[in-house]
Nanobody
Framework: QVQLAESGGGLVQAGDSLRLSCLAS????????VAWFRQGPGKEREFVGR????????????EYGDSVEGRFAISRDDAKNTVYLQMNGLESEDAGVYYC??????????????????WGQGTQVTVSA
């Protein structure tokens, strides 16, 4: 079982960049599919992006939500057991609590929150105009 901990959130201005981290403990993180979701006030949890595990050969390694495509990028540092979410060109609509989530095997829709078994506690991102 893996435990996840997000960090890196904060208050930024529109147009700024921010990098979030998702540190895993309890298992080797590159065996997992890892996704980022966000949830704004009064909104449903929204898919931001995901990265595949090292065994996935028949599915795209990366996938992003339409609203962040081209601005956000996910990467993995296996030595640090960490997945990152690099966010560029932040907009007010990007504000919310950002969560990382993980599952071991590719089953179901990897853009849906219900697909993931393990979640972090979330980190707040606030974007001022």
């Amino acid at each position: 079982q893996v435990q996840l901990a997000e960090s890196g959130g904060g208050l930024v201005q529109a147009g700024d960049s921010l990098r979030l981290s998702c540190l895993a403990s309890g298992d080797t993180f590159n065996k997992y599919f890892v996704a980022w979701f966000r949830q704004g006030p009064g909104k449903e949890r929204e898919f931001v992006g995901r990265i595949g595990n090292i065994f996935a050969t028949e599915t795209p390694e990366y996938e992003y939500g339409d609203s962040v495509e081209g601005r956000f990028a996910i990467s993995r540092d296996d030595a640090k057991n960490t997945v990152y979410l690099q966010m560029n060109g932040l907009e007010s609509e990007d504000a919310g609590v950002y969560y990382c989530a993980a599952r071991r095997f590719q089953v179901g829709d990897l853009t849906k929150p219900s697909t993931y078994h393990w979640w972090g506690q979330g980190t707040q991102v606030t974007v001022s105009a």
